[in-house]
């Protein structure tokens, strides 16, 4: 599969682990697909990063593309203890709230830096990023 390919499955996929909440798809089907998603979310993302380090790209796409993996991999830290603690300590007061607002942000800065890594790239591979020529003087008369 082309890069660009998977760099815009990455967003897509980063869409579906936010719409795919396991509260919509039920208490027993949603938290295994969410937890699936979300590996395949950091899978897609670190090997998204390498395959971008190894191009002649900006480096900017690069940092971008190992952050958005760097978050891919807090966010499963993060769901992971968010769900023990839903599932074991469920009265627990703070906590439970706490980690549900971090999870949801992370997932939202995962989305916007997927989606900035597949523009920048796709405007670097079509050479939008380069400076135009001067247009041409016009005489004067």
Same mark, same amino acid.
């Given at each position: 599969m082309p890069l660009w390919s998977r760099l815009y499955n990455a967003v897509w996929l980063a869409f579906l682990c @936010?719409?795919?909440i396991p509260r919509w798809m039920g208490k027993y089907a949603g938290p295994p697909v969410h937890v699936l998603l979300g590996l395949g979310m950091l899978a897609l %993302? &670190? %090997?998204? +990063? !390498? !395959? &971008? +380090? +190894? &191009? *002649? @790209? *900006?480096? !900017? &796409?690069? !940092?971008v593309s190992k952050v958005a993996a760097n978050l891919s991999g807090a966010q499963l830290v993060i769901g992971l203890a968010f769900g023990a603690v839903a599932h074991m300590w469920p009265d627990l007061p703070v906590v439970g709230t706490v980690l549900h607002a971090m999870h949801v942000m992370v997932a939202l800065a995962i989305l916007a830096q997927c989606a900035s890594v597949a523009t920048g790239h796709d405007m670097w591979e079509e050479r939008e990023c380069e400076a135009s020529p001067p247009p041409p003087a016009t005489p004067k008369q």
């Open positions: @936010c719409v795919l %993302t &670190l %090997t998204n +990063a !390498r !395959r &971008l +380090a +190894a &191009l *002649p @790209c *900006p480096d !900017r &796409l690069k !940092r």
